[in-house]
C-alpha cells in the first residue's frame, strides 16, 4: 500500500507546458512520443562518426567541453566535442562497462564493469592503474567522497562496499537480501551515502558504519538512479515504468525524511537524473527510455524544457555543466550533446 501510494500521479504535476526544441530536422505531425506540437529531432541522416561501437550506458562529469564516457564496449573515452576529437580511451575490461567516474582531486577516471571489477585510469596511459576487487556479481555503481579518499561500491550481488581508495583495501560491507543496487552517491558535507535498488527502496546509509539510518517509503517501481543536490538537502530518484506507469522522478527532502515533489511526463522508464548547477534556483535533469531528456523545476515541479532525439535508442544517462551543456548517453547514437538555454533544450550533435 505504501509503495502505491507514493507512486500515484499527481495529475497537476508538470503540467505547464514547456518550450519544444527543433534540430535539423522538420516538425512531425505525431512524433514517437510527442503530439502535433512536438518537434523531433532526427539525425538518422547525417554523417556522425560514434566514439563508441556499442550503447552509451554511462556519462560523468569531468569539465566543459569534455565528455566522458561508458559503454557495453568494454571501452571508457574521454571526448573532446569543442575540438570534435578523441582525448583518450581506455580498455582493459573483459565485460561492459555500467559506470564512469571521475575523480577530479586525483586527476583519475574510475570505472565499473560487468566483470565485477572496478579499475582506476590514469590520462595518456590506456593500462589500468590499479583495481578494486570484491564483488561476486557486475558491479552497477561507484561514487567517490569529497577529497577523493572513499570509494562506495554497489552490486548485483547486493552489496554495498566501501574502499580505501589509496590502498584499495575494502573497509567494510554491507549485505543486504534482494538489494541490488541501481545507484548511490556520497551526501556532501556529512556522513551520509544515499542508495536505489530493485527493491524499490532508497537507503540512507552512515558512512562511519556502513549501516543503514532509515528509508523513504518504497516507490511502486524500481529506482533506476539517484542524484544529491549541492547542498546535501534533497535527494532526486527516477523510476522503471512502462506505457507512462510509474517513468517518474522523485524529490526527496533528507531533512525531513519525506516526498516532497512528483515528476510526471517521461512515457517510459526513466533511466537517468541529476540537479542542474544553477545557482538561481533548484532544477532537475531527466533521460528516459522514451528518447526524451526534460528540464523539471524542482520546487514547482513544472517542466521547463524537453528534446526528443528521434532515432536515439533509450537514453541511459545525462549529465549538466554551468555553461548550459547537457550531455545524454543513448543506445543508438552515442551520446548527444544539447544545449539549455531560456528555457529552451536545443541539441547541437552527436558523437
Not at 595518456?124 to 579518499?149: Q, Y
Not at 554497489?154 to 562496499?161: A, F, L
Request: aromatic share 8%; glycine share 8%.
Amino acid at each position: 500500500m505504501m509503495g502505491k501510494l507514493f507512486s500515484k500521479r499527481n495529475k497537476s504535476a508538470g503540467s505547464t507546458r514547456p518550450a519544444f526544441a527543433e534540430a535539423g530536422s522538420a516538425i512531425s505531425s505525431a512524433g514517437h512520443y510527442g503530439d502535433a506540437n512536438t518537434k523531433v529531432i532526427d539525425s538518422s541522416s547525417s554523417n556522425v562518426k560514434l566514439q563508441h561501437s556499442d550503447a552509451v550506458v554511462s556519462l560523468a562529469l569531468f569539465q566543459p567541453g569534455l565528455c566522458l564516457s561508458g559503454s557495453k564496449d568494454m571501452c571508457v573515452i574521454l571526448y573532446d566535442y569543442k575540438d570534435k576529437r578523441q582525448a583518450d580511451k581506455w580498455t582493459g575490461h573483459s565485460n561492459a562497462v555500467t559506470k564512469v567516474l571521475y575523480g577530479k582531486v586525483l586527476d583519475k577516471i574510475f570505472s565499473s564493469s560487468r566483470d565485477k571489477t572496478i579499475k582506476v585510469w590514469e590520462r595518456g596511459n590506456s593500462t589500468f592503474k590499479s583495481e578494486f576487487v570484491g564483488h561476486t556479481l557486475v558491479v552497477t555503481a561507484i561514487d567517490l567522497n569529497a577529497d577523493n579518499s572513499l570509494l562506495c561500491s554497489g552490486s548485483r550481488d547486493n552489496s554495498v562496499k566501501l574502499w580505501d581508495v589509496r590502498t584499495g583495501t575494502c573497509l567494510k560491507t554491507n549485505s543486504i537480501p534482494q538489494n541490488l543496487v541501481t545507484d548511490l552517491k556520497f551526501v556532501p558535507s556529512s556522513s551520509m551515502i544515499v542508495q536505489t535498488g530493485e527493491d524499490k527502496e532508497i537507503r540512507v546509509f552512515d558512512l562511519r558504519t556502513l549501516q543503514p539510518v532509515f528509508s523513504f517509503p518504497k516507490k511502486q517501481y524500481i529506482q533506476m538512479c539517484c542524484d544529491v543536490s549541492l547542498d546535501g538537502n534533497y535527494i532526486i530518484s527516477s523510476s522503471n515504468g512502462f506505457s507512462g506507469n510509474g517513468c517518474e522522478a522523485t524529490l526527496w527532502d533528507l531533512r525531513t525524511r519525506k516526498l516532497q515533489k512528483e515528476f510526471y511526463g517521461h512515457h517510459e522508464a526513466v533511466e537517468a537524473c541529476t540537479f542542474l548547477p544553477d545557482g538561481n534556483r533548484l532544477l532537475v535533469a531527466t533521460a528516459g527510455r522514451d528518447c526524451s531528456v526534460k528540464i523539471w523545476d524542482a520546487q514547482t515541479a513544472a517542466c521547463m524544457a524537453e528534446c526528443f532525439l528521434s532515432g536515439s535508442g533509450p537514453l541511459s544517462s545525462i549529465v549538466t555543466y554551468r555553461d548550459g551543456s547537457v550531455l545524454a548517453g543513448s543506445f543508438n547514437q552515442g551520446v548527444h550533446l544539447l544545449s539549455h538555454q531560456d528555457n529552451m533544450l536545443v541539441k547541437t550533435c552527436n558523437f
